[in-house]
């Protein structure tokens, strides 16, 4: 589905180019749960960004479905953007004006999507919450808005930066445990970046970033299914 292909990204830092990335290459897989590890400063969130056509690489190719994203123009870049990556980001970045049924169906109506948004909450567990506003929910609830959210727009690949960054233990893994069933269930191929080694044995495939490097790539035959012990 996704290849990247000696991918690098340099930075010009006043007199100084910073390589962010550097000869990068791997594949993701629709039906699997990916997770990028490595500390902060490795290249992670540069990566994603390219994944998600958000930034380019300053060399190499990126390709989706055969189709190189990295040569599209600035308007069919945005057509991937809105019609293949969804997004779920570490702080939620809901509309505090909107219910969280209306924060989904905005994001429904955007793309065109006339599935119901109340199906989008109750399959990560919100059909109670729907008519609550976001600073009526937890934490972890607010994020379950923003994957139903982001699963409204129907994606091919569902992209999550650091999602359980500001949440407790507990609530993390309930959150794995959903991005694991959309992987596990749906056509879309699910991407997570963390820092939290743990998280490794939970998913498909596991790309551990160092410097900017691939340092590792890792496939689990059998991963640990959340909720699971072992």
């Known amino acids: 589905m996704i290849k990247f292909s000696n991918i690098n990204k340099e930075y010009q830092v006043g007199n100084q180019v910073v390589k962010a990335l550097s000869q990068v290459n791997f594949e993701i897989e629709p039906h699997q749960l990916t997770v990028i590890l490595g500390p902060s400063g490795s290249g992670k969130s540069t990566l994603l960004n390219i994944l998600g056509g958000m930034d380019r690489p300053t060399k190499g ?17 945005t057509s991937y953007r809105r019609e293949v990556v969804g997004f ?18 905005i ?12 199906n989008y909450l109750k399959s990560v567990g919100l059909e109670e919450r729907m008519n609550n506003f976001p600073n009526q929910l937890s934490g972890g609830e607010m994020q379950r808005v ?23 233990s507990t609530t993390s893994m309930k959150i794995l445990g959903i991005l694991q069933n959309i992987a ?45 012990t072992g």
């Open 146 to 168: 923003s994957i139903a959210r982001a699963l409204a727009k129907k994606p091919k690949l569902l992209l999550c930066d650091e999602p359980t960054g500001a949440l407790d």
């Open 61 to 77: 190719d990126i390709s989706f479905n055969d189709r190189q994203i990295n040569k599209l123009n600035d308007h069919d870049l």
């Open 184 to 228: 596990n269930t749906t056509d879309t191929a699910v991407v997570m970046v963390t820092h939290n080694p743990e998280f490794e044995r939970y998913g498909n495939r596991i790309i551990r970033l160092k410097d900017g490097e691939i340092e590792s790539i890792n496939d689990n035959e059998q991963p640990l299914l959340v909720g699971e």
């Open 107 to 118: 994001a429904a109506q955007l793309n065109n999507n006339d599935d119901l948004s109340e």
């Open 88 to 105: 779920v980001f570490q702080f939620y970045n809901l509309i505090p004006s909107l219910t969280a049924l209306e924060n989904v169906a």
